[in-house]
């Protein structure tokens, strides 16, 4: 059984949708898949597949799939390894132990280290994601940051139903489950869960667990007067 939140709740385990589906095997935690990212990243070899590579950066062990596209001006550092049919737009930073499944979207500006993205996921424009696992057709809007590392640099807790769990992780974004849609400019605190399904509007600032199928809002009061010549 994986705790706090069990795998059900986050993702579907279907190879379809999840192509290194072996890294939950054996967990208590549900964070404990990200101290396995790097083991399984090591296994990348630099074989290059892809159908245009041209004018990108690549560097060390880095491993990309056969119909993917790798724009001018995008940065790879290994060890990496990328499915089939993906975007790595222009300007995308992969600066290592990354696992990127099949139809991926990584986009202009967008940077990640250390995660875990299952098939067709999309973080498309001006994303940063850390020490993170991003479900199948999960979203992220642009500008939205995954935050990794508390701004005192203690250790990352996790808030679920009231309980709090100490992951020991200095660095631990968020988990994010399938067919999760973040909105523009949302910002996920260290240590955020969100089951499958959840939806959050722009501009939100989201922590803790949120169950699958929860739509979060973010309510704002504005002010209209009159301009001043």
């Not at 949708?17 to 990200?34: A, H, M, Q, R, S």
């Not at 993205?117 to 001006?126: F, G, V």
């Not at 020991?168 to 909105?183: N, P, Q, T």
Request: proline share 5%; net charge neutral.
């Amino acid at each position: 059984m994986v705790r706090p939140v069990g795998l059900e709740e986050l993702f579907d385990l279907d190879p379809a949708k999840t192509p290194y589906g072996e890294i939950f095997e054996g967990i208590n935690y549900i964070w404990d898949v990200l101290e396995r990212i790097p083991e399984l990243a090591a296994r990348a070899r630099p074989i290059v597949r892809a159908k245009e590579v041209k004018g990108a950066h690549i560097f060390g062990a880095v491993e990309i799939g056969e119909g993917t596209v790798v724009e001018p001006g995008a940065v790879i550092r290994g060890p990496t390894i990328i499915g089939e049919g993906c975007q790595i737009r222009s300007g995308a930073y992969i600066r290592g132990n990354a696992l990127i499944g099949h139809g991926v979207i990584i986009g202009h500006s967008s940077e990640i280290k250390n995660c875990l993205i299952h098939n067709e996921a999309q973080l498309p424009h001006l994303a940063y994601v850390g020490d993170s696992v991003l479900g199948w057709r999960s979203h992220l809007g642009a500008g939205v940051i995954v935050s990794n590392l508390k701004v005192t640099r203690e250790p990352v807790v996790v808030r679920v139903n009231d309980e709090v769990y100490k992951t020991g992780l200095r660095k631990f974004g968020a988990i994010i489950g399938d067919e999760v849609e973040i909105g523009c400019n949302a910002v996920l605190n260290p240590g955020t869960i969100l089951g499958k399904r959840t939806l959050a509007y722009a501009l939100t600032s989201l922590s803790g667990y949120y169950p699958p199928g929860s739509l979060i809002k973010l309510r704002q009061s504005l002010e209209l007067v009159e301009r001043r010549q």
